[in-house]
């Protein structure tokens, strides 16, 4: 079975900084791929970053970026030059290639301050 | 990218009445439906994968019997939450993906349910 775990209930981030949610996984397979995805207020869940876990190099999406390091099964999102936009819940999430079922972590809530 | 909408966003029902949640994938053909469910302050979990025009396919401790799932075209799926009851009141998000590829799914907003 997989498990996702996110162990920072809430983090806080003064605008244009930049701040680390951290995720950790368990997978007993050799071919999955990892997630964040961000919900906020409005609920809907939007893409963030996505990673292949065959691939060594770390994903990038403008301000968002991941530390992906497979051995110790963690999987940071780095968020860069902070904006009060980026206030939301942020959730890990990992599926197994071949199957669509995604398992989200608990959540990281994080505030923007102005 | 590509848009999944869910109807209605926000439902209220008495407790022993069934409440139907759609879920919609506006511009693409979506082979495979997902249904989740999201207590407060906590994780989505999977309810159920439900195939165009198959049976769902339930996540352990789901009641079929009480979460009816039907996905009888490929634009469409709802989920029948049968004789509502107040624990039943969550957030229902369901998601769907283009069949073939590696594409990702995509999410509809939610439905907050709330049985009365």
């Known amino acids: 079975a997989q498990t996702v775990t996110q162990s920072q209930p809430e983090m806080s981030v003064q605008e244009a900084e930049t701040v680390t949610l951290s995720c950790t996984y368990d997978?007993?397979?050799?071919?999955?791929?990892l997630f964040w995805y961000k919900q906020p207020p409005s609920r809907q869940m939007i893409l963030v970053i996505r990673q292949e876990a065959y691939k060594q190099q770390n994903a990038t999406e403008n301000r968002f970026s991941v530390n992906f390091q497979k051995a110790a099964k963690s999987f940071s999102l780095k968020i860069s030059d902070s904006q009060l936009g980026d206030a939301a819940m942020y959730f890990c999430?990992?599926?197994?290639?071949?199957?669509?079922?995604?398992?989200f972590g608990t959540g990281t809530r994080l505030k923007v301050l102005a | 990218g590509a848009v999944v909408s869910q109807h209605p966003s926000r439902v209220i029902c008495k407790s022993g009445t069934s409440v139907k949640i759609e879920c919609r994938s506006l511009?693409?053909?979506?082979?495979?439906m997902f249904w989740y469910r999201q207590f407060p302050k906590k994780s989505l979990m999977l309810m159920a994968t439900s195939n165009e025009g198959s049976k769902a396919t339930y996540e352990q401790g789901v009641e079929k019997d009480k979460f009816l799932i039907n996905h009888a075209s490929l634009t469409l799926s709802t989920l029948t939450v049968t004789s509502a009851h107040p624990e039943d009141s969550s957030f229902y998000i369901c998601?769907?993906?283009?069949?073939?590829?590696?594409?990702?799914?995509?999410f509809g907003q939610g439905t907050r349910l709330t049985v009365v």
């Open positions: 997978t007993s397979e050799s071919d999955y791929y």
């Open positions: 999430a990992c599926r197994t290639s071949g199957t669509y079922k995604y398992i």
């Open positions: 998601s769907a993906r283009r069949g073939g590829g590696n594409t990702e799914a995509f």
């Open positions: 511009d693409f053909q979506a082979t495979t």
